[in-house]
């Protein structure tokens, strides 16, 4: 079976400073991952995804995310934090095959900036 | 930004009420979605559609009902709410129905409260 396991539910980190959110999965066959991110009042937003080519994946607003399978991680990175940057963001893992494009996701960790 | 839309954005009702839950997308996707949300939980998946005529339970078992009349359209309907029915409701939409590595679109969501 997938999983998906946010490590940090909170992230505080200052205007400029590196972001690193962690993501893990568990999957039995090669997985595809998104990252998504959330801010107040609505919908989850795409950010990047990985689907088998490049192990660096870029996104928006400067995120990037690298898929490292001896490690069955998948951490999202910004290098520089902006203001806007406060959102929840939401690692998600698909696999092909089964319910084909349903996806799991983590329980989201909370990226708060401080000025 | 992606064309899909949920009303109402927040309800309150009592105990007992029917209610439901609007969603369309005018992207002509063919697949869509409903998840729960609640606070510092994983999203889960409720109930999805690979297009007309086509209604699947999710992972999350959930008292509610869903419809795929028109492509566009995926009500989710609770025939009597209960105060455990408080959550947010999100739903999506993604091109297609059998690849694991389209992307969802979400819309903004309902936060319900049943009082």
């Known amino acids: 079976a997938q999983s998906v396991t946010q490590l940090g539910s909170h992230v505080s980190v200052s205007e400029g400073a590196l972001v690193l959110l962690r993501c893990n999965y568990s999957?039995?066959?090669?997985?595809?991952l998104f990252w998504y991110v959330q801010y107040p009042n609505q919908g989850l937003q795409l950010l990047l995804k990985?689907?088998?080519?490049?192990?660096l994946v870029k996104g928006i607003n400067g995120f990037e995310a690298e898929f490292k399978k001896s490690e069955t991680s998948f951490h999202l990175t910004k290098p520089s934090a902006h203001m806007s940057d406060a959102a929840e963001y939401f690692c998600?893992?698909?696999?092909?095959?089964?319910?084909?494009?349903?996806?799991?996701f983590g329980k989201g960790t909370k990226l708060s900036v401080k000025p | 930004e992606a064309d899909i839309y949920q009303t109402p954005r927040y309800l309150v009702i009592g105990t007992g009420k029917k209610i439901t839950l609007e969603c369309s997308q005018t992207?002509?996707?063919?697949?869509m979605y409903w998840y729960q949300q609640d606070p510092g939980m994983e999203l889960h998946l409720i109930h999805y559609?690979?297009?007309?005529?086509?209604?699947e339970k999710g992972d999350l078992s959930s008292e509610s009902t869903v419809s795929r009349i028109r492509t566009e359209h995926f009500p989710l309907t609770l025939e009597s709410a209960r105060p455990s029915h408080t959550s947010q409701y999100l739903c999506?939409?993604?091109?297609?129905?059998?690849?694991?590595?389209?992307?969802?679109?979400f819309g903004p969501g309902t936060r319900l409260t049943v009082l």
């Open positions: 999506a939409s993604s091109e297609s129905g059998t690849r694991s590595t389209d992307t969802q679109y």
């Open positions: 999957s039995s066959v090669p997985p595809y």
């Open positions: 990985y689907t088998s080519a490049a192990t």
């Open positions: 998600a893992v698909s696999t092909p095959g089964g319910s084909q494009g349903n996806l799991i």
């Open positions: 992207m002509g996707h063919d697949k």
């Open positions: 559609s690979y297009g007309v005529n086509s209604t």
